[in-house]
C-alpha cells in the first residue's frame, strides 16, 4: 500500500493502553501548529505532556483495569520529518466492575463542514458497571464528566507547545473521497477501494467534543 500524502503543520498523536482483555487499545487524534516545526526530541517531550494531560484531566474515567501506557506523535509534514515517544504508565481510577473489552466510550467530534459519511469520532476505553444508567445508557454524571474531563484534556494538550511552535487546533484530516470498486479477476468478487483526494487531504478543524449517550462497540478489542 502506497503511503498516505503529507500534511504540513500538523501532529498525529496515538496514545495505547491495556487491560486484562486487550494490550493493544488506541485512539488517535490530530492537532495543528504553526512555527517552527518540532525535532524529535521536543515530540519526546511533548508525548510526555500527552501523558501527564491525560493523568490530570482523564484517567478517572477508566476503570483501574484500564492502563496507559505509551503516546506517540508523529510530525506529519513530510517523511523525514520528527517523531516522538513517551512511556506514560497511568492506571486508571475509576471503581466498579470491568466493562467487555469491545465497549467503549464514543466521543462524537464536530466539525463545520457538512458532507455525507461518518464523521471524526474516539473510541475511549471508559466507563465501568458504576457508569451504566441502564445496559443501552450512561449515566447523566458520566457523560457529564467525560466532557469536561475531554476538553480539558485537549486545552492542556494545546499548551504543551515547544520552542518557536503553537499548537493551534485539534483537527480531523481527510484523506479520501469516493471509492473505485475493483473486482477479483480470480474469484468474481467486488470491493470498494477507497480513493484519495486529488488535491490533497482536507483538514477541519474540530470545534468540540461530545460523549455519545449511548456505550459504542468496537469488536475488535475483544479479540475474536
Do not use: E
Not at 52 to 62: F, H, I, V
Not at 97 to 103: E, V
Request: hydrophobic fraction near 40%.
Amino acid at each position: 500500500m502506497a503511503a498516505l500524502p503529507n500534511v504540513p503543520g500538523v501532529i498525529k498523536v496515538t496514545m495505547k493502553w491495556s487491560s486484562s482483555a486487550d494490550a493493544d487499545v488506541l485512539c488517535r487524534f490530530f492537532m495543528s501548529y504553526t512555527g517552527t516545526a518540532p525535532t524529535s526530541t521536543q515530540l519526546n517531550t511533548f508525548s510526555a505532556a500527552v501523558g501527564t494531560a491525560y493523568s490530570t484531566n482523564m484517567a478517572s474515567l477508566a476503570n483501574t483495569d484500564v492502563t496507559l501506557d505509551n503516546c506517540y506523535a508523529i510530525d506529519l509534514t513530510s517523511a523525514t520529518a520528527g517523531t516522538g515517544q513517551a512511556t506514560t504508565v497511568v492506571a486508571g481510577t475509576l471503581g466498579g466492575g470491568a466493562l467487555s473489552a469491545g465497549t467503549a466510550a464514543l466521543v462524537n467530534l464536530s466539525v463545520a463542514r457538512r458532507y455525507r459519511g461518518g464523521k471524526p469520532r474516539l473510541y475511549f476505553p471508559f466507563g465501568s458497571s458504576t457508569t451504566l444508567a441502564t445496559g443501552t445508557a450512561w449515566t447523566g454524571t458520566f457523560v457529564t464528566n467525560v466532557n469536561a474531563g475531554y476538553a480539558a484534556f485537549i486545552t492542556a494538550v494545546k499548551a504543551a507547545v515547544w520552542t518557536g511552535g503553537t499548537l493551534t487546533n485539534q483537527v480531523n484530516i481527510s484523506y479520501y473521497h469516493g471509492f473505485t470498486v475493483v473486482t477479483n479477476p480470480t474469484t468474481g468478487r467486488a470491493r470498494n477501494v477507497p480513493t484519495l483526494r486529488a488535491g490533497g487531504p482536507v483538514t477541519d478543524v474540530i470545534s468540540g467534543g461530545t460523549l455519545n449517550v449511548k456505550p459504542a462497540s468496537q469488536r475488535r478489542r475483544n479479540l475474536h
